[in-house]
T-cell receptor
């Protein structure tokens, strides 16, 4: 299996622009997670889905952030409008769920810089 | 409030020695506790999982303990090697909700 695939790997955008991050989970995994990692705050859970349904979005920082999972093999995280403080690494991860105790597999991350 | 605390200071250790990392948590009731390794520029990679009713788990040179009374897990790397240099993250896996929450991670540097 190719693992969790994220795109783009790197993005530099200007403040106020819309940013869309994409994720393809591992085939057969029905839980998908979006995390954000910064030096100051570590790895924060933004939102997760079970069977394409958003379960907990309490980690989404504000209304500028939105996430969708239109089908089992694709998810997007959108930031509109983007701000410099959104600069971070955004990780998508998936696992076989919704069961605790299963391994979670991460993508390589999308490195976002907002200038 | 809920907290997962790992030592934010880097752990510098001589090759061949044992590295011991701690993970303390507050106001969680994890069914499982997981440890991950993260290399610079990469996503975290799973290492070990321990259940709430297990005291200890081993995998090759790695050992994890889990004390639900102390609300603490210890992660040991025995006979450490320079290739073990990385950041190590603990994650709490609660039975309800399928939610995996991570600590801040501890960076380990093994010197030859």
């Amino acid at each position: 299996d190719a693992g969790v695939i994220q795109s783009p790997r790197h993005e530099v955008t200007e403040m106020g622009q819309e940013v869309t991050l994409r994720c393809k989970p591992i085939s057969g995994h029905n839980s998908l997670f979006w995390y954000r990692q910064t030096m100051m705050r570590g790895l924060e859970l933004l939102i997760y889905f079970n069977n394409n349904v958003p379960i907990d979005d309490s980690g989404m920082p504000e209304d500028r952030f939105s996430a969708k999972m239109p089908n089992a093999s694709f998810s997007t995280l959108k930031i509109q409008p983007s701000e410099p403080r959104d600069s971070a690494v955004y990780f998508c991860a998936s696992r076989l769920g919704p069961f605790s105790g299963n391994t979670i597999y991460f993508g390589e991350g999308s490195w976002l810089t907002v200038v | 409030s809920q907290k997962i605390e790992q030592n934010s200071e880097a752990l510098n250790i001589q090759e061949g020695k044992t590295a011991t990392l701690t993970c303390n948590y507050t106001n969680y009731s994890p069914a499982y506790l997981q440890w991950y390794r993260q290399d610079p520029g990469r996503g975290p990679v799973f290492l070990l999982l321990i259940r709430e009713n297990e005291k200890e788990k081993r995998k090759e040179r790695l050992k994890v303990t889990f004390d639900t009374t102390l609300k603490q897990s210890l992660f040991h790397i025995t006979a450490s090697q320079p290739a073990d240099s990385a950041t190590y993250l603990c994650a709490l896996d609660e039975a309800a909700g399928n939610k995996l929450t991570f600590g801040g991670g501890t960076r380990v540097l093994v010197k030859p």
